[in-house]
């Protein structure tokens, strides 16, 4: 398996080496003889296919040898898993070399889908887009190749074998990390990943247009649709990452600024920045050159995310060990990044001023949907800086602001929080507002009824905020001051809540009304029109369900550390033991359970009936899960689901002091609505993709028809 993963492995790369060439060739020269271009062009996407079926075989074996057991691969035995099959095949992303081999595989499989749409007809933007996915991919597949450090093909080391070539029992503590084995997780990393590569294809395009010098909106319709697959796919990764930490961590929260969640946060804002400057391109025509700049910036953060996981410069329980090479290269891939499309710009400078005057239409005024895509992508870019500062700064010198520290969620919380707010105040504004110049009497006539919609919306929050948040507040307030001062003056805090609710209210009902608007299209292109803006109503919507699930769930949060009486040597028994959460819930003591697993796991249960106001409401299992070969614990989180709130019970083990089973246990308020803003955030990207997908196969049956005209 070694050496046929090598060779597999340099297959990808010669082909793709042999691709580039071809390419560059053809493009030099199409501007003298088109027919023998398109013969080397031909060639290059020949290339890309081979490159693309060798790095698949060599998936294909890390999977093979996962699932039939076979210990040849030190990788395979760094991350076996006996848990079942979703976790074998998780193994093949689960490690540092893995991810990279599936990331690069990832970007051939993007790569080969344009070479497919675009190997007949060999288009010069096409191609030079090709062009450049295959540079990034020679680089990537460099990396496996040379560096045995990122090569998941290594063979087992003799620490790890018997006289016989076995493996011995020192190999027993390798395999996959117990945190890792749970659905959530196993498939949060390759949604990532999917995210990641297919935002390689909006920069490569974005480069394309400056190599051919062709700035119309073409680049911008060739690429769209990966930028939205790919913030679908960022988006399910993220959320699944979330759900992951909530059940699996046990610390109570979805979101906890790790640099590794902020790593992948990072793309997610940026691209959501891109798909709107996308729109004002195909609409508008203006900030073209931010656009193309943005699609690179957008890449390169992916890049940076890669850099923040692998290098090692920040401290992260999720983060993989940290690589010298990863950190040159990655580094390096940066700034190339970067300067590449600021090059190409001033290069172009006066091919793209000629192309981009004609018909450009100038903003007239500052109230206009021209400036608040402006501001748009302002905050978006600053909400990104200051976030890859604030997770980069502990491996800054002493000299820079917060340099050789690291800061707490606290402090992320401390920004997000006002800036979430006024983003989602511009997004609720925006679709009342006109290009160029807005019609003041026209933006009220347009936001009467919205804003009539959101004002009862708003009074039924603020009955909530003072029936359930504040009463919640004031508890968590009396039970742990300091943490809840962390987020600011108490009024600060409330003020910021009521805002959010007002403005989460407004975009609400004017995403509704937009997209009851959009639905009213039926036939033809207006209706894959329809489609595509009722996706981004949708996501506006979702946005606001969002906003308030954050509002409870992450400000109005009530813990306590618990804990209940407990006697070892009665363990056995059924004992009559209370603890209070709150005036409302009370934990009734049944009895432990301890259960011992086929691989030697043990698992500690403690079964409790759940009581408010005096009645039994259900029933938690909290549990804690302990791998006596790699010394491991995983906390098993327990989760009643109300209407308005989720009770969250974990155990944390038996006390040494003598006081009892250690519980935390949290009232996460208006959680459930953060969990359905983020599904239908994600239905309305995917049917916004849908639309996309749809115009598109539109454009191609119309140019075959007037094709056949002709």
């Avoid at 009936?609 to 327990?638: C, F, R, W």
């Avoid at 009232?667 to 459930?672: E, Q, Y």
Wanted: with cysteine.
């Amino acid at each position: 398996m070694v050496i046929i993963g090598r060779i597999c492995l340099i297959i990808a790369l010669a082909a793709l080496v042999i691709g580039i060439v071809c390419i560059a060739l053809g493009l030099l020269k199409g501007r003298d003889d088109e027919r023998d271009a398109k013969g080397l062009l031909w060639g290059g996407h020949v290339a890309g296919f081979l490159s693309l079926i060798a790095l698949t075989i060599a998936c294909l074996l890390l999977v093979f040898c996962f699932f039939s057991g076979n210990t040849e691969l030190y990788y395979v035995v760094s991350y076996r898993s006996s848990s079942g099959w979703l976790f074998k095949l998780a193994g093949l992303w689960a490690g540092r070399e893995g991810s990279l081999l599936f990331w690069t595989w990832l970007m051939a499989l993007f790569a080969g889908i344009m070479a497919w749409r675009d190997y007949r007809s060999c288009k010069p933007l096409d191609s030079a887009a090709l062009l450049v996915m295959q540079i990034l991919l020679t680089i990537f597949v460099s990396m496996l190749v040379f560096s045995s450090s990122n090569s998941p093909f290594q063979p087992v080391p003799g620490i790890y074998l018997d006289s016989n070539g076995q493996l011995n029992a020192v190999s027993a503590v390798l395999g996959m990390n117990s945190l890792l084995e749970h659905w959530a997780m196993a498939i949060h990393p390759p949604t990532l990943f999917v995210g990641y590569a297919g935002l390689a294809v909006p920069f490569a395009y974005g480069m394309a247009a400056l190599i051919m010098g062709d700035f119309s909106r073409l680049w911008v319709d060739r690429c769209t649709p990966y930028a939205l697959f790919s913030w679908l796919f960022l988006g399910l990764g993220i959320g699944l990452g979330a759900i992951w930490a909530y059940v699996v961590l046990g610390w109570g929260g979805y979101w906890g600024w790790d640099p590794v969640e902020n790593a992948s946060l990072l793309p997610w804002i940026l691209c959501a920045a891109l798909i709107h400057d996308f729109t004002v391109y195909r609409q508008k025509g203006i900030y073209r050159r931010w656009t193309i700049f943005c699609a690179a910036l957008t890449f390169a953060f992916v890049i940076l995310g890669t850099f923040i996981t692998r290098s090692g410069i920040v401290q992260s329980v999720h983060a993989f060990e940290g690589d010298p090479l990863s950190r040159i290269l990655f580094l390096g891939l940066i700034v190339c990044t970067l300067l590449a499309p600021a090059v190409g710009l001033y290069l172009r400078r006066d091919t793209f001023a000629k192309q981009v005057r004609s018909g450009m239409e100038e903003t007239q005024s500052m109230f206009s949907k021209d400036i608040a895509y402006y501001l748009n992508n302002l905050l978006m870019v600053l909400a990104a800086l200051l976030i890859t500062y604030l997770t980069i700064c502990a491996a800054l010198p002493g000299w820079m602001p917060l340099g050789g520290h690291a800061v707490g969620a606290a402090t992320y919380g401390s920004i997000a929080r006002p800036l979430g707010v006024f983003y989602c105040g511009l997004i609720a504004i925006c679709p009342l507002l006109s290009w160029t110049r807005t019609d003041r009497a026209a933006f009220l006539d347009k936001a009467k009824l919205p804003a009539a919609c959101a004002a009862g919306l708003f009074v039924l929050l603020m009955a909530l905020w003072l029936t359930v948040l504040l009463p919640n507040f004031n508890a968590a307030l009396a039970n742990d001051p300091q943490t809840v001062l962390m987020g600011g003056p108490v009024v600060y805090q409330h003020i910021i809540a009521i805002l959010a609710f007002a403005v989460a209210s407004l975009l609400f009902f004017n995403a509704l009304f937009m997209l009851i608007k959009a639905m009213s299209f039926k036939e033809g292109s207006m209706a894959v029109k329809a489609m595509r803006g009722a996706g981004a109503c949708v996501a506006h919507m979702a946005m606001a369900l969002i906003l308030i699930g954050l509002v409870g769930s992450d400000m109005y949060v009530f813990q306590r550390d618990a804990y209940l009486p407990y006697d070892e040597e009665k363990a056995t028994t059924t004992m009559t033991s209370f603890v209070e959460v709150d005036e409302h819930y009370q934990l009734e003591f049944l009895s432990t359970e301890v259960t011992n697993g086929a691989d030697g796991r043990m698992v500690l249960t403690v079964h409790m009936n759940v009581h408010k106001d005096g009645k039994l409401i259900g029933q938690v299992d909290p549990a804690m899960e302990y791998d006596p070969m790699t010394q491991q614990q995983k906390l098993i989180a327990s989760v009643i689901h109300r209407p308005t709130h989720d009770l969250f019970v974990v155990f944390r083990g038996i006390s040494t002091a003598g006081a009892g089973l250690a519980l935390d246990v949290r009232i996460n308020p208006l959680i459930s609505i953060l969990w359905l803003g983020f599904a239908l955030l994600m239905l309305g990207t995917a049917m916004a993709f849908a639309g996309v997908m749809a115009a598109g196969h539109r454009r191609r049956v119309k140019m075959k028809e007037l094709s056949a005209r002709d």
